[in-house]
Nanobody, 131 residues
Framework: QIQLVESGGGSVQAGGSLRLSCATS???????MAWFRQAPGKEREPIAA?????????????YYADSFKGRFTISRDNAKRTVALQMDRLAPEDTAMYYC????????????????????WGQGTQVTVSS
């Protein structure tokens, strides 16, 4: 069992930045972690994924959904077992609940950016961007 806890959400004005963090606990073995977001009335949307290596011991390869490349950055700190999402140049349309996910159950889809691939999810952290 893996527990995920997101933090760092909040309110920010358009053009600003936020850094989200996802802390993991429980058994090791999650080689992939990812960030998704979901706005009211919309489907869950992939942002980025990262390879953390077995038991958070390596990895580093990143994958991004096209619409977030160059503006959002995913990173990991294996020693702390955390994955971060740096979000820059935020706009009102970035307002959503942001979720951390871990452990892909299938590699049939690549890159690992489908919500259906992930077994564990955090509770989410709200990001609100005002104009």
């Amino acid at each position: 069992q893996i527990q995920l806890v997101e933090s760092g959400g909040g309110s920010v004005q358009a053009g600003g930045s936020l850094r989200l963090s996802c802390a993991t606990s429980g058994t090791s073995g999650s080689e992939y972690m990812a960030w998704f977001r979901q706005a009211p009335g919309k489907e869950r949307e992939p942002i980025a994924a990262i390879n953390t290596g077995p038991g958070h011991t390596g990895g580093g390869t990143t994958y991004y959904a096209d619409s977030f490349k160059g503006r959002f950055t995913i990173s990991r700190d294996n020693a702390k077992r955390t994955v971060a999402l740096q979000m820059d140049r935020l706009a009102p349309e970035d307002t959503a609940m942001y979720y951390c996910a871990a452990v892909i159950t299938t590699a049939d889809t690549w890159p690992p950016l489908s919500p259906d691939q992930y077994k564990y999810w955090g509770q989410g952290t709200q990001v609100t961007v005002s104009s």
